[in-house]
């Protein structure tokens, strides 16, 4: 297999010599994390994971530099041993979805092409399982004039939504609701919540949400008697908070609970200092526009599209 060398760079003269696509390995983790910090071209969206939780896995490819290329170099200070010239991560979490996790492709390969080929051994892997779909939230421009010839097509826009303070609307109580944070024992009941809320490629799965307690700024669920009703997750940085999830049990959506929650989540970030609030939806999201415009927050214009490529023998 070759690509063409558009680099200039005289030490990247030998880069038509590339091996074959193969599964990262354990040992590969220095070597990505060389290639995400030396290139132009990465795509990164991870979800409180950390790429080195998929190394080993069949999702997990990527593309090394020639071995008769690194054995003309040694011993040289100027070629690791190990060097990688792409990377792609599509994983399942929960299944049938899939999304691209992590990309990167060295500045002198044909961007397009190193894709095409990633791809192509990990949809030949996914196919072996239950994925049927895979999304792609592109976050660089690069992306968009590559998608469609890999087999995706855009499926929505999510926009970002601020809000400039932290004031709070009047807000109506919601009998005997219980807004509490989150305990080891919720999490099989949100897992459950998360599949009657969303379909596959929104799902959060019971690992994902675990891995989100350890870093949110404030998880908290809502109760009513013994029934989880909805939950809200919400990162932080220096100055703002961003509310990640808020998901309410569509039998109970319209009373009131989604509005208690977020309301809860304000008078937190109130007392962790925060100036501002931002988070996410999807642009034909009516109802959660609703809900984020009684609280005063508006579009800032930033959007994001979202991909997807189906999983098929086709």
């Known amino acids: 297999m070759e690509f063409a060398n558009q680099c200039s760079n005289p030490l990247n003269r030998e880069l038509d010599e590339i091996s074959e696509v193969r599964v990262a390995k354990k040992s590969d983790a220095m ?9 132009r071209f990465t795509h990164y969206h991870v979800d409180w994971h950390m790429p ?25 200070l100027f070629l690791p041993q190990d060097e990688l010239l792409a990377c792609l991560a599509v994983t399942a979490e929960p299944m049938p979805a899939a999304w691209v996790r992590l990309a990167a492709v060295s500045d002198a390969l044909d961007s397009q092409k190193a894709l095409a080929d990633m791809f192509a051994v990990v949809k030949a892997n996914l196919r072996a399982t239950a994925v049927t779909e895979v999304g792609w939230l ?3 421009p690069w992306l968009l004039t590559i998608l469609p010839d890999l087999g995706f097509e855009e499926f929505t826009v999510m926009e970002t939504y601020m809000k400039g303070d932290l004031n ?15 305990a080891p024992e919720d999490f099989e009941k949100l897992a459950a919540l998360e599949t009657a809320v969303f379909e596959p490629l929104w799902r959060f799965s019971k690992e994902t949400l675990r891995l989100a307690r350890r870093d949110a700024v404030s998880f908290d669920v809502a109760y009513l ?18 509310l990640v999830r808020l998901t309410i049990s569509p039998d109970l959506q319209g009373q009131g609970i989604g509005t208690a929650i977020f309301a809860h989540t304000i008078e937190e970030y109130q007392r962790r200092g925060y100036q501002h609030i931002t988070l996410n939806t999807q642009v034909d999201n009516d109802a959660s526009h609703r809900l984020y415009k009684k609280f005063g ?6 959007q994001m599209p979202m991909w997807v490529m189906s999983v098929s023998e086709s």
């Open 168 to 182: 709070l609307p009047e807000i109506k109580p919601v009998p005997d609701l219980l807004i509490r944070p989150v």
């Open 31 to 39: 070597a990505i994390t060389r290639l995400l910090n030396s290139t």
């Open 138 to 140: 592109v976050l660089e």
């Open 52 to 76: 080195v939780d998929w190394l080993g896995d069949a999702g997990f490819v990527v593309i090394p530099r020639a071995e008769a290329v690194l054995e003309a170099h040694r011993p040289s």
């Open 225 to 242: 008697g013994d029934r989880l009703v909805g939950y809200q997750i919400s990162s932080g940085g220096r100055f703002g908070a961003h």
């Open 297 to 302: 927050f508006s579009a800032t214009g930033e």
